[in-house]
């Protein structure tokens, strides 16, 4: 059959091209891709072509489909997983397979198989890993997200803690601990703070830092302080570009200990040094945001490693737990994944958009790959109805008005009711 998306066929060389998708084997599945949220790793990707790790070396003959946060419906299964799932039900799946070795990934890998499509064949290892996933869920959004929640809900797990003289990790956030998310008012820091306000096993105090103060001003719209401090957690929002000396000023708020649990979300060394010098004793340090300099380096110090028992690791990606977890708490309506959107488009959109993700402000750019629409800003519905003369604009916008400016269940009914172009 046909199938319609934005491939990979060098660095910098994305194409939205219509294809053919083999048959699908007895070990195979074919979906309907609904959404594809863009990655930054997808903008990585894009501009490194083979030089990135999960990228095959001909790619230029077998051009990968783009996009790994994506959720739909499965429209037909191989016989031999006819028992487990059937046509119809909706998906989504954890994209870091680590299959025998490889880092083969959806997004990055696969000929037919990606986000940034209209179809695409799920192939045999997905399933074999367990990594397809249900989604019994109402918004397909919501499960798009789901895999970069995921992300910052593995972070959180793979914090650990030591007690002087043991040498066992405690592994998980410091319950009832100080939490510093630094550069945290961009789309994973935000979706990193609901999970933190939200989770079973909560910090007492979080602070959030950025030095864009329009970013923190939103952030504390969502997340009101007074009202988290009636449950206990003493939530602040720091410009640190205000501050001559910002490393003392977070310190002074910690009340002079440090801070036990840090995620940088930033690949800046100036952040990273920050990030490290506001640790406690026994502090731990989540270097979150990949770079994409093989070099990159920041100064930490290692007096306090030493003396202090503060450390440093780095996470990348979830793993299936860590999606089912963020499926969950999404379903219990424990966490608000859209506070990470910011922006919606159709497929046409999509490849523009990953080229130029770091030049467009905002968080997550959700792309509906069925429909036909400009990457639309979600405070410039109304301007987008004026311009583009569609009052359909303007009824999105007031759903979206209603939600405290944020993307909704009933926003992506309302779009794919009315918006769509393609089957």
């Not at 059937?86 to 990606?114: I, V």
Request: charge should be negative; include cysteine; hydrophobic fraction near 40%.
């Amino acid at each position: 059959m046909k199938a319609k998306g934005v491939r990979l066929h060098a660095a910098n060389d994305l194409r939205l091209e219509e294809f053919e998708l083999p048959e699908i084997t007895d070990d195979e599945i074919l979906v309907k891709v609904v959404s594809d949220s863009i990655c930054m790793s997808t903008y990585k990707c894009a501009i490194l072509g083979t030089e990135h790790k999960r990228v095959h070396e001909d790619v230029a003959e077998h051009p990968a489909i783009m996009g790994h946060e994506f959720a739909g419906d499965i429209v037909k299964v191989g016989k031999n997983h006819q028992e487990q799932f059937k046509p119809g039900m909706k998906f989504t799946l954890q994209p870091a397979l680590n299959y025998k070795g490889t880092m083969w990934s959806p997004g990055y890998s696969y000929e037919f198989f990606g986000g940034d499509t209209t179809y695409c064949v799920i192939p045999a290892e997905v399933m074999e890993l367990g990594c397809l996933l249900e989604y019994k869920g109402r918004a397909y959004y919501e499960a798009s997200l789901a895999e970069p929640m995921s992300c910052s809900i593995g972070a959180f797990h793979a914090a650990y803690h030591t007690q002087m003289g043991v040498y066992t990790h405690e592994m998980g956030i410091k319950e009832n601990g100080k939490l510093a998310i630094m550069a945290g008012a961009g789309p994973m820091g935000l979706g990193a703070l609901t999970y933190a306000l939200h989770r079973d096993v909560r910090p007492s105090m979080v602070v959030v830092t950025d030095i864009n103060q329009d970013r923190l001003d939103r952030a504390e719209e969502l997340f009101p302080v007074a009202d988290y401090k009636k449950e206990g957690i003493d939530l602040h929002f720091v410009n640190t570009g205000s501050f001559e000396d910002p490393v003392a000023e977070l310190i002074k708020i910690s009340g002079g200990t440090g801070y036990d649990d840090v995620l940088c979300y930033a690949p800046v060394s100036a952040v990273v040094t920050q990030s490290s010098a506001i640790l406690g004793r026994d502090g731990c340090l989540n270097f979150f945001a990949g770079p994409t300099d093989k070099k990159f380096s920041a100064e930490m110090n290692f007096y306090d490693v030493h003396y202090n028992s503060t450390h440093v690791m780095g996470t990348t990606g979830g793993n299936t737990a860590d999606m089912i977890e963020s499926l969950e708490l999404t379903a219990a309506k424990r966490i608000n994944p859209a506070v990470m959107v910011t922006h919606i488009g159709g497929l046409d959109a999509a490849a523009e958009t990953t080229l130029n993700l770091p030049k467009i402000p905002g968080g997550k750019k959700l792309i509906y790959t069925h429909l036909s629409m400009p990457l639309t800003a979600l405070d410039e519905l109304r301007k987008a109805a004026a311009e583009r003369n569609d009052e359909r604009y303007n009824a999105l916008a007031d759903i979206v008005d209603a939600h405290q400016g944020l993307w909704c269940p009933e926003a992506e009914e309302y779009l794919l009711a009315n918006f769509i172009t393609e089957k």
